[in-house]
């Protein structure tokens, strides 16, 4: 049974700080997404990574994907308060079928 | 072009009822699924459609049905509601999986589903 795992669950940081959100899965996969979901909202796609080694940034965010560690990071840089919200990373097993991690509630205050 | 479409946006229903939630794209995507999250939780599969008249369970399919009769509709069906299916129900649609295409999967607004 595929797993992902990641962590922390809860995250409140300054604003202007630098952290990681870990994303572990369990199984093979070549494609992990990671998605942004504000309160009472749907899913907001951040980025898709599609092989081993990839990186992907916009703005603040930074994701990474390593298939032989089964780890994908998603790195903040210099946090700002709009950056405040769930973010779900998703590892992708077959014809777009996702597996969802827990999420990470990320909190961010002046 | 709007997108991936949901409704009911909010539904209460009564344990044993049945209802049917509806989800249209006009993106002519092949791929659609639904998706329910729970309080604190990530999303989880409950059936998806790799096309028209092509459907096959997620993870957690039971107490759920679903057919596919156009590319562009793919409706989830409670048969009987109960409590435990309260919840909040993503549908999400993509083209192909071709590994290079590197595709978007777009997602609903969520319907949020309260048995009572």
């Known amino acids: 049974e595929l797993k992902v795992e990641q962590n922390p669950l809860f995250l409140s940081m300054q604003e202007g700080k630098n952290y990681t959100i870990y994303c572990n899965y369990s199984?093979?996969?070549?494609?992990l997404y990671w998605y942004r979901q504000d309160p009472g909202k749907s899913l907001e796609s951040l980025f898709v990574?599609?092989?081993?080694?990839a990186v992907k940034q916009e703005g603040r965010l930074m994701a990474s994907l390593d298939t032989k560690a089964r780890l994908s990071t998603l790195h903040i840089t210099a946090a700002v308060h709009d950056l405040s919200a769930t973010y779900f990373c998703?590892?992708?097993?077959?014809?777009?079928?996702?597996?969802f991690g827990t999420g990470t509630r990320l909190q961010v205050f002046p | 072009n709007a997108g991936v479409t949901q409704t009911p946006k909010f539904q209460v229903l009564k344990t044993g009822q049945s209802m049917t939630l509806q989800c249209a794209q006009d993106?002519?995507?092949?791929?659609m699924s639904w998706y329910r999250q729970d309080p604190g939780m990530g999303l989880r599969l409950i059936h998806y459609?790799?096309?028209?008249?092509?459907?096959d369970q997620g993870e957690v399919p039971n107490g759920y049905n679903v057919s596919r009769s156009t590319t562009e509709d793919f409706p989830l069906r409670l048969l009987s509601a109960a409590p435990s299916q309260t919840s909040v129900y993503f549908c999400?649609?993509?083209?192909?999986?071709?590994?290079?295409?590197?595709?978007?999967?777009?997602f609903g607004e969520g319907s949020w589903l309260t048995v009572v």
């Open positions: 459609s790799v096309g028209a008249g092509i459907t």
């Open positions: 999400a649609s993509s083209y192909s999986n071709a590994v290079s295409s590197g595709n978007t999967i777009y």
């Open positions: 990574l599609l092989s081993n080694g």
């Open positions: 998703a590892v992708d097993i077959n014809t777009d079928k996702l597996i």
């Open positions: 993106m002519n995507h092949e791929y």
């Open positions: 199984t093979t996969s070549d494609r």
